[in-house]
């Protein structure tokens, strides 16, 4: 039979950037299968606008490098790409927009991409068609540019099978061999099947369909996306930088005969062949009818910014599907069959990004890992609900709807809620739960109930202070001098058990997890290179069974990687229990009084103490609860199973009311845990930091024996880390960062804001930020730019709040 290192299924641009990238990482016995000729899926119909500011740090850096791969690509395969670095223009065209540039300017700097907001004039002199009027600014980028996407899909290829790649056209795949939880061949139409460990899905908007052929869901949603080309325009030509004016939602690129391409995101947007069935099977090389009326209002657009577009024929409308995604973010990486990734779901822009997917993808096949930190784009950030076609269509289609708006930090997606709700949920909806959802469930942010006017006077100025409430400063201060009840039920809880349990958790984590049974232990879970991959809470329940807790967003992808470090000697089973659970926090300084009136356990201090479990009946509700704590004060977690929770939160609620006791909100919890410096993963903590650039050594035990991530640990421990995450203490308390901002020191970016917003007990704004060690001592003087203006920063001792701990071991 034959045999291969790994079939890549797709020939777009993403699967020959793959094979490309896969190739020159020494993988030479590569197959790209493609059921028709390379690039006659949505490649062929793209614009080719390569456009490298995105909304993460790590996608942004994947653009850049796509730039510089793109730029090389003629000299090293002998294939044109068509690459123009003609740069780009984005207009701003309100006050709102304008502080969105800024932003961004200062965000972009932050990693050396060369953005600069220039006045209307400038924009004028480097593109002299727009209509000035109302444009208060533009955005410069020079390193951006458009591309040929046949040219650059075929340059891949010509590089990957230089290398050895087998490039195999008309292979239309038709299943996969999928046995004991792996990937082990495809199969395909007419010709025999290939026998492999790993295949790649970058089926573009099929890759739902391959997908489900190896058990895997992969949630894209294809819409139809237009642009049209016009007849040559006078003083068009094909120097001339892209532009974008996201006010009116539209982009273009200029034509080498002098025409303008011009295409945008349209309000109402057009899924197609979204649902069970998918695209039609025979659907290669062809576009869609082009769609007049719904472009209509892209076309008003275009006209306002190019006003000479109006006399302009048109030369043809291109409207082909394109794969979106539910959340705006590409979908890449392992799925839960071992060996089968994914690569997909490009939402307009897998042009520019396919150099640094292929790059991504290929160390991730290659290595283990990719080098940057992925997770926004991981194909395990969606939930089972994801199954459904109609969800992800309704979520796709608003993320499509809202592409070029202004998205506010604290704004909450619409579409397709309530979805997923704790017991409690009715009840906290008649306290004036105002919700925020994460990962399908419904989560207060804050409760309109506990508003209270005298804090308006904290409000954080400007984008920080627009999805705010003086209910999150209340809640905040109720919690530090009374108590807080928070419904955390959303949390993914993972059970770990069997006679290896213990030996095998020691070996995936970085603190000593070999305890006694009722002991609860912090730790993280590293990568090769100690990066830190999860961030949880372990709690010994007996000899061989621990109870894992995490955050929300993060129970599929810890849940993988736990399962991911299990090999055959392992006896363990790694089960998701988060549905069994629910979990109610009490937190604050009367939260002892308030737990011991409905339950005779014995709470003291020595009954009952820090990082400890017991089994309590509280209100009559058998419970599980854990002593820890995310805020910074005495409390307890208590577990109940599921069907007890509303009871117990009525209980809780009641008994709590003469203490000071307030239902309170997530907003609160993170302002809470900002004071108290604990760092939140996928923000201030990620697979590209280590424990002990993190502020975590007191986790990781070096000494305890073998474990993930140890020996670069033991490596970077004795050269010392280069960088440290460190607190800042803005000099105004109602300038909020609220991450990405760049952090100067003597004139130049020293780092980024990780996270950060206001203390309200400490009333001080904070900003944590990775800098390098000479400036992560206290006292270091720095500022944070925050909407273009600096504002004075010091690097502060850490915690800010009850830095000796007193209040949470009494
Ligand atoms: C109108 C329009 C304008 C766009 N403009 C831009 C732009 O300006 N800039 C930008 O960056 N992006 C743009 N895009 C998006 C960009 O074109 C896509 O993101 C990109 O081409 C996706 O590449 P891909 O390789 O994932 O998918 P595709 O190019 O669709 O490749 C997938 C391949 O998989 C093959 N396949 C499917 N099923 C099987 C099977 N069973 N067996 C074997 N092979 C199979 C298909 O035949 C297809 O060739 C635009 C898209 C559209 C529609």
């Known amino acids: 039979m034959d045999e291969a290192q790994a079939v890549i299924i797709g020939g777009g641009v993403a699967g020959a950037s793959i094979a490309y990238h896969l190739t020159d990482l020494g993988w030479t016995d590569v197959v790209l299968a493609e059921r028709s000729d390379l690039t006659s899926g949505s490649t062929f119909h ?38 123009h670095e003609v740069g780009s223009l984005r207009l701003a065209s309100s006050g709102e927009r304008l502080e969105e540039l800024q932003r961004l300017a200062g965000w972009g700097r932050t990693f050396g991409l060369p953005l600069e907001i220039v006045s209307t004039e400038e924009a004028l002199d480097r593109f002299p068609l727009f209509d000035p009027r109302g444009v208060q600014c533009a955005a410069y980028l020079p390193t951006d540019g458009y591309v040929d996407p046949s040219g650059l899909t075929m340059a891949l290829a010509e590089g990957a099978r230089r290398r050895g790649c087998r490039i195999l056209t008309g292979a239309r795949v038709n299943g996969m061999d999928v046995r004991e939880g792996r990937v082990r061949g495809v199969t395909f139409e007419g010709r025999g099947p290939i026998r492999t460990n790993v295949v790649v899905n970058a089926g573009g908007i099929f890759a739902n369909q391959l997908g489900r052929m190896a058990g895997v869901e992969v949630p894209v949603v294809p819409f139809a996306h237009q642009y049209l080309l016009t007849e040559p325009i006078d003083g068009i030509d094909a120097g001339l930088p892209t532009l974008r004016d996201p006010d009116r939602l539209v982009y273009f690129r200029a034509e080498a005969g002098g025409g303008l391409v011009a295409g945008g995101y349209e309000r109402r947007p057009a899924p197609w062949a979204w649902d069970e069935k998918g695209p039609p099977a025979g659907f290669n090389n062809e576009l869609l009818p082009a769609d007049w009326p719904r472009f209509e209002p892209l076309a008003e657009g275009c006209f306002g910014v190019i006003p000479a577009m109006e006399s302009a024929g048109v030369v043809r409308m291109i409207n082909g599907p394109e794969a979106f995604t539910p959340d705006g973010e590409f979908i890449l990486g392992e799925s839960d069959i071992g060996g089968f990734f994914v690569a997909a779901g490009f939402c307009a822009h897998g042009i520019a990004g396919a150099g640094g997917v292929g790059k991504v993808m290929a160390e991730w096949i290659a290595e283990g890992r990719p080098e940057l930190d992925v997770w926004k784009m991981d194909l395990r950030r969606f939930g089972r609900h994801y199954r459904s076609r109609t969800h992800a269509k309704d979520r796709a289609s608003e993320v499509y709807a809202t592409y070029y708006d202004i998205h506010y930090p604290g704004e909450e997606r619409r579409a397709g809620r309530p979805l997923k709700m704790a017991p409690t949920y009715v009840r906290l909806a008649g306290l004036g739960a105002e919700f925020g959802e994460k990962s399908g469930w419904e989560r207060p942010n804050w409760f309109r109930t506990n508003e209270d006017e005298r804090f308006e006077e904290l409000r954080p100025r400007g984008w920080a202070g627009r999805h705010w409430s003086t209910a999150i400063p209340a809640e ?100 998701d229990v988060t549905s069994s659970l629910a979990c109610l926090a009490l937190w604050g300084p009367r939260a002892r009084d308030i737990l011991s009136s409905v339950t005779p356990a014995d709470l003291s201090n020595l009954g009952f103490p820090y990082m400890t479990q017991r089994e309590i009946v509280a209100g009559d509700v058998p419970c599980l609860a854990l002593r820890v704590t995310y805020v910074g004060e005495l409390g307890w977690e208590l577990y109940p199973p599921t069907e007890f929770a509303l009871r117990l939160w009525d209980v809780v609620l009641e008994a709590g009311r003469p203490f000071g006791l307030v239902a309170a909100g997530y907003r609160a919890i993170d302002s809470l845990r900002l004071e108290k410096g604990y760092r939140a993963w996928g923000a201030d903590i990620t697979p590209e930091e280590t424990p002990l650039e993190a502020g975590l050594r007191f986790a ?22 280069s960088k440290r995450l460190s607190c800042l203490v803005l000099a105004d308390p109602r300038s909020v960062a609220l991450g990405n901002e760049p952090v ?63 209040r949470i071991r009494f």
Not at 515 to 521: A, F, I, K
Not at 700 to 721: H, M, N, S, W
Not at 760 to 771: H, M, N, T
């Open 46 to 83: 793209s614009a080719g606008l390569v456009g490298q500011l995105r909304s993460s740090v790590s996608l942004t850096r994947m653009m850049m490098y796509s730039v510089e791969l793109y730029r090389r690509l003629q000299t090293e395969t002998g294939v044109d790409p068509g690459w």
């Open 476 to 575: 905040h201060l109720a919690t530090r001098e009374g108590a807080g009840l928070f419904d955390e039920t959303s949390f993914a809880k993972i059970e770990v058990t069997g006679p290896d349990a213990c030996r095998f958790l020691q070996r995936i984590c970085a603190n000593d997890v070999d305890v006694s049974p009722g002991r609860v232990v912090y730790s993280q879970l590293l990568n090769d290179r100690g990066g830190i991959e999860c961030d949880l809470t372990a709690t010994r329940l007996d000899p061989v069974r621990y109870l894992l807790i995490t955050g929300t967003a993060f129970g599929s992808h810890d849940l993988a990687w736990i399962r991911g470090g299990a090999g055959p000697e392992d006896d363990v089973e790694v089960r």
């Open 700 to 721: 990781v035990k070096l000494d305890k024996g073998e474990f993930t991530g140890r020996d670069a640990l033991r490596l970077i421990e004795v050269q010392g880390p």
């Open 744 to 806: 100067f020191g003597d004139g130049k970016v020293v780092g980024r804001v990780t996270s950060g917003g206001v203390g309200y007990a400490v009333g001080k704004s904070i900003a944590f930020a990775y800098l390098p060690t000479d400036l992560a001592t206290a006292g270091t003087s720095l500022s944070v730019e925050v909407f273009g203006a600096r504002v004075d920063a010091e690097v502060a001792p850490e915690p800010l709040y009850d830095p000796t701990g007193e």
